[in-house]
């Protein structure tokens, strides 16, 4: 096997593996379904359960990329800014870090307060936890401009915006899209949060529901939807990177 061929089957090979493993585990030692079933459980659980699954599976995919839309363009908005000016960057920079250090577990029923249970609070709340990283990131690739490659520029007559639309934003873009691949996965632990505590739908609602039912294989089966949407929405950002920033990377191509 050629090495090209082995990166790609690697990711396969090593999740057989994993579940090879996990199977063979729970069969050895006879673990209770309720504590952890094996991957046939889950497998039998998501073909009983298929419809509810697929159905809150595209509700939980319907608030995070719109709660991730909303972050990426506040965040881009916001880290331009703060990366534009030293006085924003002073005045909004710490109020950011102490927000985000709160919990957004603890935010959630304040939003249920102000919008009731359902869509809305879940999409914000995977705003909330998708927002910082893309701030901190565009703000970081802002700031990371050479001052001496700023005098050169302003020597040849360049203004201050001409030198971040012409270098600022360029040399961002590649933060801005690995911060993307970060952020979309935090999106999804957003959104499932607020479906457990306050909604009517969603893959969160539905493992609290099944979880109260203890039933685990559903609960897993769950985990597993969240893991494939996880996996998708993060290969088509690694996608949009490459053919938006393939220039920053070709140096670290074989």
Known sequence: ????????????????????????????FDIPVIILPAPSDIWAATVKYWSPIWKNSV???YTTVVGFVMAVVGGMALGLAIGWSRSIYA??????????????????????????????????????????????????????IEPEMEDVLRALGAKKHD?????????????????????????????????????????????????????????????VALAVLGIIMYALMAWLEMRMTGWAHRGNRN
């Open 1 to 28: 096997m050629t090495s090209s061929r082995w990166i790609t089957a690697a990711p396969w090979l090593w999740a057989i593996g994993l579940f090879v493993l996990w199977e063979g585990s729970v069969q050895v």
């Open 59 to 61: 509700q939980t995919l």
């Open 91 to 144: 005045g909004l920079y710490p109020i950011m870090i102490g927000f985000n250090s709160i919990p957004k577990v603890a935010v959630v029923p304040i939003l249920v307060i102000w919008f009731g249970i359902g869509t809305i609070p879940a999409v914000i709340t995977a705003f909330l936890i998708a927002f910082f990283p893309i701030v901190v990131n565009v703000a970081t690739g802002l700031a990371t």
């Open 163 to 223: 030198i971040m639309l012409k270098v600022g934003i360029p040399r961002a873009m590649p933060y801005l899209f690995g911060s993307m691949k970060v952020a979309i996965t935090l999106a999804f632990v957003g959104s499932v949060i607020s479906e457990s505590i306050a909604a009517n739908s969603g893959l969160g609602y539905m493992m609290q529901l099944a979880q109260s039912q203890f039933n685990v294989p559903l609960v897993w089966a769950g985990l």
